[in-house]
């Protein structure tokens, strides 16, 4: 019975470690590297140019209408990230992945978000950050610099994210 539990223990931490392993192959940048380059259209038709940006703290988040992750996590966003940053040197950068402007619009008017969110369709910018999976959150800071990536969503992840912008903030 022992050498079962054991046994059990063992695929647990292999299969977490697994997890993680491809988690990190899936990402292409790391932290310390600076933010690549791109400009967003926003979902007003605004374009933002992440290079104008620079000086501030932003939190670029990847997401999409499908994801139930995502979901939980933008459900959080205006009172605990947008709301409680407003007035500071931050931007919220909300970016869908591949999917259309309508597609957009239905689910923002759908949950009575009204902050801004970003259109990568073709996923032309996700691909410079990751391969794979979402919500894919990176906060960088006001040199440019990644300074956390987080991927997923839970209740203590979200709880950090808020904590390293708070630091960087003060």
């Known amino acids: 019975m022992k050498r079962v539990f054991i046994f ?16 990190e192959k899936e990402t292409l940048v790391k932290v310390g590297d600076d933010v690549p380059e791109f400009v967003v259209e926003m979902f007003d038709g605004q374009k933002i140019d992440i290079k104008d940006l620079k ?7 990847f997401w999409a209408t499908w994801c139930p ?3 939980e996590e933008l459900k959080r966003v205006q009172k605990e990230i947008i709301d409680r940053f407003k007035g500071k040197d931050f931007v919220f950068l909300a970016i ?10 239905k689910f923002r008017d759908r949950n009575g978000y009204t902050f801004p969110m970003g259109l990568d369709p ?18 960088i800071d006001k040199k440019g610099k990644i300074v956390e990536i987080e991927v997923g969503y839970t209740k203590e ?13 003060k």
């Open 96 to 105: 869908s992945r591949e999917e259309t402007k309508e597609q957009v619009k």
């Open 8 to 23: 059990i223990v063992f695929l647990f931490v292999l299969g977490g470690l697994t997890r993680v392993d491809a988690q």
């Open 69 to 71: 992750p995502c979901q």
């Open 122 to 139: 073709e996923r032309k910018i996700y691909s410079k950050f990751a391969t794979a999976s979402i919500p894919r959150n990176f906060i």
């Open 55 to 61: 000086g501030k703290v932003v939190l670029i988040n």
């Open 157 to 169: 992840s979200f709880a950090k994210m808020i904590e390293k912008l708070e630091k960087l903030l």
